[in-house]
């Protein structure tokens, strides 16, 4: 797999890499972090927010041969990018998390935070032909979307 954090990192905006931040498996298998304020975190803390990202997004590391993820975990925010490279046989598997996790976003938004509904029903799940499925759930879910494509070509 690829350095899929830093290719995330790279096609979102420098206020995203600020605010949110980036977990991926590290070479090792171990959970790991970058961007937003992970520098400020312990290895435990990492290994526990990288986790806990996972389980909002509904993906198992052990579906994927390599991930990185970003992901509000403020009920008040749609917010998501992710990168994962499925492993053999698992692609549907990674993709219905992901869609789960789109239908309970736009689910917890849609009565109380037009605008987060908005970005959520707006989100965009997708298998590049290299084999990565992204989702970009965001207010510039376009703009990322092309770039993480141009970069994983």
């Avoid at 600020?18 to 070479?27: E, H, K, P, R």
């Avoid at 590391?61 to 390599?66: F, H, I, L, T, V």
């Avoid at 692609?91 to 509904?117: C, H, S, W």
């Avoid at 997708?126 to 965001?138: D, S």
Wanted: charged content about 15%; glycine content about 6%.
């Amino acid at each position: 797999p690829l350095d899929y954090a830093a290719i995330l990192q790279q096609a979102r905006p420098q206020e995203e890499n600020d605010a949110q931040n980036i977990y991926y498996a590290g070479a090792d298998g171990t959970l790991a972090g970058t961007a937003g304020y992970t520098a400020d975190l312990s290895e435990e803390q990492l290994a526990s927010n990288a986790q806990a990202s996972l389980d909002l997004l509904g993906l198992d590391p052990a579906d994927c041969r390599g991930w990185a993820a970003s992901v509000s975990q403020m009920m008040t925010q749609s917010y998501a990018v992710v990168i994962a490279l499925p492993a053999e046989g698992r692609t549907d598997a990674v993709k219905q998390g992901l869609q789960d996790f789109i239908r309970q976003q736009m689910e917890l938004q849609q009565n109380y935070l037009p605008d987060q509904y908005a970005i959520a029903k707006a989100a965009q799940l997708t298998t590049l032909p290299t084999g990565e499925v992204v989702l970009v759930m965001g207010p510039n879910a376009a703009d990322e979307l092309a770039a993480l494509k141009q970069a994983l070509a």
